[in-house]
C-alpha cells in the first residue's frame, strides 16, 4: 500500500514538473529574447561617446516598460507599437494639415495679384481674416455638424457617436452630427484634436475661394458674416453628408451605387462648394464698374501683380501635396500616399500646358495668369479622383481640365456675364464638379473604386452625378439665399465712391502700397467710373 502511495506522489510530483517545464518552454524563447536584446542594447556609457552613424539610436531599451518590477514584457512592445503606428499617423495628418493652413498665402497672393493695386490691401486682408472668421465659428459648431458621428478615426476619437438620421425605404440616412462642439467634454481627445485640425483647414480653404469672387467689391463687415455662416453651417452640412457618416456616403450601401459618393480629398466637398458659394455671391453683387459696356461686351480689368500670382501659384501647389496625400489621415498602412502624390503632380502638370497651349493657339501668347490657372484647375480636378485613378488617368484629367477652365472662364464673363475677377468660379467650381465625374470614369479599381472606363459600369457615375445635383441644388441655393437676406440686411457691396477710389482706404483705412504712384485707370473703366459717382 505504502508503495502505491509512493508512486502515486512520484507521478504527481513528475507531472508537475513536466507542466511546469512545458510552460517554461513555451513561454522563455520570447522572455529570454527580450532580455537578451535588452542586454545587448548600447549602454548609457556607450551613447555618451556620440552616435555619428545613428546605428545606436532607438533601441528596444527605449520602449516604455509598465512595470519595473516585472521588467520588459511582450505587452510592452505591443503598446509602444501600437501607439508608434498611431504617432505616425498624427504626425503625418497634423503635418498635411499645416501645408493646407499655408495655402492661405498662396490664395492671398494670387487674389491680390489678380486684383488692382487700389485694392490690395482689403483683398489680402480677406484672406487673412477668413482664416479667423471660419475657424471661429467651425469651433463653435460646424465641427459638430460634420463630424460629430465620425469615431473611430486614428486610433480613438470615439467621443464622435452622434449622427443625426432618418429614416426612408427602409434605410437610415445621416443628416448632421451632433457631438463635437466647443471640443469639450468627450471630444476633449488627442485624436479628435487631429481630426478638427486637419479638417478646419480644409474648411478655411472652401471659405477662401469665395473672396475671390467678391474681390474688389465685398464689404468687408458683410464678408466676415457671411464667411462664418458658411463655416459654421452651408459647408459643414455638405462635408458631412460627404465625409462624415451622412447619406451621399451611404449611397453605395443603401442603393448599391458603387462605391458611395466618392470625393477623396475634395473636389465637390471643398472646391465646388467654395466656387458655387463663390458664384451666388457674384449674382448678387453684380460686376464691377467698366466691366461691361452698355452693349454686352467685356473689357479686361488687369490685376497689379502677375509675379504675386504666379508664386502664389507655387505655393498652392506645394500646399496640395498636403490636401490630397494628407487625406489618407496617415502614412502606415496608408503607402497609396505615393500614388496619391505623384498623380497630384501629374494633374498640375499637365492642367498647366492644356491651358497654355490653349490660349497660345487662341490669342497667339502663353498667357500667365490662365496657365496659373490651369495648374490650380489641374490640381482641383485631381482632388477627388486622386487616390483612385492610375497616372495615365490623372494626366488626362489635368489636361481636360486645363482646357476646360479656359473654356468655363470665358462662358462665365461673356455668356453669364457674371464678373469673376480671379477665376474662382471656373477654377473652382466647373473644375471640382468636373473633377467628380472623373471619379466616375477614370478610377481604376486597384484602391476601391472601379469607373465606367474600367468596367465599372455606371453605378459610380451615377452616385457622383447625385452628388453634383446636391451641390448645384443645396450649396448654391443656400449659398445665394445667405448672401440675398445679408444683401437686404447689411449690403454686400460697397458704394460707387468706395469703389472707383479702391476699398482699401475705404474699407481698410490703410493703402497696400502707400508709396506708390497708381496708375490711371484705361480711358473705358475711368469713363464708367466717372459714370457711376456722377
Known sequence: MKVKKIKLMLGCVLAMVLL????????????????????????????????AAGALTGTISDVTVSDEAAGLTLGDVGNQVGQNKIAINFMWTLIAGFMVMFMQAGFAFVEAGLCRAKNANHTYMMNFAVYACGLFAYWLIGFSIQMGGCGGALGGALGLNTEHTINLFGKTWGIFGGTGMFLSGQTYDVAVMVIFLFQMVFMDTALTIVTGAGAERWKFLTFCVSSMIMGAFTYPLFANWAWGTGWLGSLGDNLGLGANYSDFAGSGVVHAVG?????????????????????????????????????GCFILAFGWFGFNPGSTLGASGALRISTIAVNTMLAGCTGTFGAMLYMWCLKGKPDASMSGNGLLAGLVAITAPCAWVN???????????????CLSAAYVENVMKVDDPVGAVSVHGTCGLFGLIAVGLFA??????????????????????????????????????????????MGQRTSAESEVEGLDIPEMGQLGYPEYVLKAEPEVLLAAEQGAVA
Open 275 to 311: 466656387g458655387l458659394s463663390g458664384l451666388g455671391l457674384a449674382l448678387i453683387m453684380g460686376p464691377r464698374i467698366g466691366k461691361y459696356n452698355r452693349d454686352g461686351s467685356s473689357n479686361s480689368i488687369l490685376g497689379h501683380d502677375i509675379s504675386a500670382v504666379l508664386v
Open 391 to 405: 497616372t495615365m488617368g490623372a494626366a488626362i484629367i489635368g489636361v481636360l481640365a486645363g482646357v476646360l477652365v
Open 20 to 51: 511546469a517545464g512545458a510552460t517554461g518552454f513555451a513561454q522563455s524563447p520570447t522572455t529570454l529574447e527580450l532580455k537578451d536584446t535588452l542586454g545587448k542594447a548600447p549602454t548609457a556609457e556607450t551613447l555618451t561617446k556620440g552616435d
Open 444 to 489: 481604376d479599381g486597384s484602391y476601391g473604386v472601379t469607373g465606367l472606363f474600367y468596367g465599372g459600369g455606371i453605378n459610380q457615375l451615377v452616385a457622383q452625378l447625385i452628388g453634383i445635383s446636391t451641390l448645384i441644388g443645396f450649396v448654391f441655393t443656400t449659398s445665394f439665399v445667405i448672401n440675398w437676406v445679408l444683401d437686404i440686411l
